[in-house]
């Protein structure tokens, strides 16, 4: 990296980076502790998680200005393991977690981002705002009065101080400003302190206590694989959808080999895995966050918040978090996808609205993505199977039949294929040309040596010509219909 790239990732917007790392890491306690409580690990666990990682991907990760810390799309995969066998294996699922995330990273998995589709992307964007904003209903359910009014009056900070000027993030303001009225006032509200204790160490270095044997091995990969693919799909999508905020482009391999680097940190100072933030990370640009600084800033405060100054960061009004949160639910929203709905494609719209239904229904963002690319293929290859066309004329005075085949020719298509042809009529010569055709797959080779056997059955001569290079190479080593029959003994 040239000293040029290093100044515009780390120096060029130190002022906003700072604010807004700082905003970031108020928000990461409380979630960083819920994250950790539904886990069921100690929370010191989860706020060392998101100190370490957020620290660890500002260096490594492939996307700057991208939060990345506990989350809880991976605690929900580590329930069943801390339960059955405890920390210690899960801080070894955790290790095993980063391997394999380099181990993708090397082999450019993150590049496979490109197959998923822009109605796939607003899906899952839309599905985890409104999981954000269902997350805040617990602490918006049978609760004084004086909550929704923090609330309400923290949301009125936010969307209004802007007006008056953007030198400070509306939501910090938010947050020191109840903050105080909470504590002069003395009212009776939830906070930070009463979601759980905070450390009052810093972490230290440990190795899991663990045996090393292919038992070990065989209880923790399982767990290990399904986080390093969860932890995968919530980053790349989180980069692709920061990319878009800041119309910028991310290094999605890197940031793969990052988020393993990262994990492995973690376990070895008694972290759980982690990956990119969707709502922290557009907490972060919506406050002025855009370099590495802001996303190192909120790991490093994020540590000093908790360890030197938890006395104060316990007084903390859910409230104020609250507000935030809602602000980053309805700002990841995208509400001109539903504007869109009338006017995009049916087959765009059903993508989009699956991924949501399916996300929100499941809480697994990766079972939401997996439904969205997979019925995004199957629209796809029904739209490219209806594009392939087979015209004919008479030849040799009503003796032969020309046909030209025009479009793609493979699994979805190769029914259509195979019906264009007129098998009774009675013909001496067939020309097929596929010269305007690609066949793609064996299914295709596959249809084409039905045709040309049917017709040679009825005693008709058969030519397939205009073959493409990479065709002819298909139909070379997977068709029979141009092979010689094997002599009967």
């Not at 290990?224 to 995968?232: D, E, I, N, Q, S």
């Not at 700002?331 to 494609?345: A, Q, V």
């Amino acid at each position: 990296m040239n000293f040029q790239n290093l100044r515009q990732d780390w120096l060029s917007n130190i002022r906003g980076d700072l604010l807004a790392g700082t905003v970031v890491a108020l928000a990461l306690i409380p979630e960083a502790i819920a994250f950790s409580i539904i886990a069921g690990v100690d929370p010191k666990v989860g706020l060392y998680a998101s100190f370490c990682i957020a620290v660890v991907i500002a260096f490594a990760g492939g996307r700057q200005g991208m939060i990345s810390a506990a989350t809880g799309a991976m605690a929900l995969v580590m329930v069943t393991l801390v339960k059955d066998h405890g920390l210690q294996y899960l801080l070894a699922a955790s290790a095993l977690t980063g391997v394999l995330q380099i181990g993708a990273g090397l082999l450019k998995l993150g590049s496979l981002m490109r197959f998923v589709s822009r109605s796939v992307v607003t899906g899952f964007v839309n599905a985890l705002a409104i999981l954000i904003f269902m997350a805040q209903l617990p602490e918006l359910t049978h609760v004084p009065w004086t909550v929704y009014a923090m609330v309400a009056v923290g949301l009125g900070i936010i969307y209004l101080f802007p007006l008056l000027t953007k030198a400070v993030p509306s939501p910090l303001v938010c947050i020191v400003v109840l903050t105080g009225v909470s504590m002069a006032m003395g009212l009776n509200v939830r906070t930070v302190g009463d979601m759980g204790q905070l450390p009052d160490s810093l972490p230290v270095f440990l190795l899991p206590d663990i045996p090393l044997t292919f038992e070990t091995l065989r209880i923790i990969f399982p767990y290990a694989l399904t986080m390093a693919v969860v932890g995968l799909l919530e980053s790349m999508m989180t980069a692709a959808i920061v990319d878009d905020l800041t119309d910028t482009d991310s290094n999605k391999n890197r940031e793969c080999m990052g988020q393993g680097v990262a994990n492995i940190a973690s376990s070895l100072l008694g972290g759980m895995a982690g990956c990119a933030m969707i709502g922290q990370s557009v907490i972060n640009v919506k406050s002025g966050g855009r370099g590495r600084l802001s996303t190192l800033v909120a790991g490093m405060f994020l540590l000093v918040l908790v360890v030197f100054l938890g006395q104060w960061v316990k007084q903390i009004p859910m409230a104020a978090l609250v507000a935030v949160m809602v602000m980053v639910s309805i700002g990841t929203f995208s509400w001109e996808s539903i504007k869109n709905l009338r006017s995009h494609p049916p087959s765009s719209s059903v993508v989009m609205l699956a991924t949501v239904a399916v996300v929100v229904a499941t809480h697994d963002l990766a079972k939401g993505v997996f439904v969205g690319v997979l019925l995004s293929g199957i629209f796809f290859a029904q739209k490219v199977g209806r594009v392939l066309r087979v015209d004919s004329q008479s030849t040799d005075e009503g003796q032969g039949r020309a046909y030209e085949v025009v479009g793609q020719v493979f699994f979805a298509s190769a029914d259509s294929f195979t019906r264009s042809f007129d098998f009774k009529e009675v013909l001496q010569t067939v020309r097929i040309d596929v010269s305007r055709a690609h066949f793609w797959d064996i299914t295709a080779v596959n249809a084409l040596d039905k045709v040309v056997t049917k017709f040679r059955r009825e005693g008709t001569t058969v030519e397939v010509d205009g073959m493409s290079e990479a065709t002819s190479t298909m139909v070379d080593k997977f068709g029979v219909h141009d092979k010689p029959m094997p002599s009967s003994a």
